[in-house]
């Protein structure tokens, strides 16, 4: 079975500050990771798929197969980056359903 | 707007009624997808339609939940007998032909609230 934790519900942060939001995944084969994000009162959309190996307004992620990790980097904070940052994993081919983490909420102080 | 849309946005009922819920994908989209999302939590899988063939069900889909896409375009999600766990946001998301989920985009969602 696939798994993604997201540990944080949580990440304050002053503006300016080095951020990692960090994700964890189960899963046997080769997944494809992504990160979602919903600022407020926005729809949910995509932020960067590791394949793309990408940077989206300032954000990156390696995929680190193994530990197993996915974590979202931004080497300076701005307020904002405030939103609810979702990671999600998909088993490649067929239908690309994805699994969500729960998401952490990150709030960048002033 | 020429994203998704769903409808209603808000929806309050009472223990034992039944819902339902519209979806309208970006026109040129034929993948469709239905989406819960409860609080504190990320959206979990419920179904998902490839034009109007719906190809895949979770195991949150139970028999009180059914959907559709009669001619490929806009889905309905119904709820029957609802029950007070029902509550959430219910999402729908659409992609293109041949791409996977993180192409797609989604609704702003009908948010679910049974009393």
């Known amino acids: 079975a696939q798994r993604v934790t997201q540990p944080e519900k949580l990440l304050s942060v002053f503006k300016g500050a080095p951020v990692e939001l960090k994700c964890n995944y189960s899963y046997s084969g080769s997944p494809e990771l992504f990160w979602y994000v919903q600022y407020s009162r926005q729809r949910l959309q995509l932020l960067l798929r590791?394949?793309s190996r990408e940077s989206i307004k300032g954000f990156t992620a390696d995929l680190n197969k193994g530990e197993t990790s996915f974590h979202l980097k931004k080497p300076f904070a701005q307020e904002e980056d405030s939103a609810m940052y979702y990671c999600?994993?998909?088993?490649?081919?067929?239908?690309?359903?994805?699994?969500f983490g729960r998401g952490t909420s990150l709030i960048v102080h002033p | 707007d020429t994203g998704v849309s769903q409808d209603p946005r808000h929806k309050i009922t009472k223990r034992g009624q039944n819902v339902t819920f519209r979806c309208d994908p970006i026109s040129e989209h034929n993948r469709l997808y239905w989406y819960r999302q409860t609080l504190g939590q990320g959206p979990e899988f419920l179904t998902y339609?490839?034009?109007?063939?719906?190809?895949?069900k979770s195991r949150l889909l139970s028999d009180r939940f059914s959907a559709e896409r009669p001619k490929g375009s806009f889905s309905t999600l119904e709820i029957q007998r609802t029950e007070q766990g029902d509550s959430a946001m219910y999402l729908c998301?659409?992609?293109?032909?041949?791409?996977?989920?993180?192409?797609?985009?989604f609704g702003q969602g009908t948010r679910l609230t049974v009393v």
């Open positions: 998301a659409s992609s293109w032909p041949g791409q996977g989920l993180a192409e797609a985009f």
């Open positions: 339609f490839q034009n109007e063939a719906q190809l895949e």
């Open positions: 590791h394949i």
């Open positions: 999600a994993l998909s088993r490649p081919g067929g239908s690309y359903i994805p699994t």
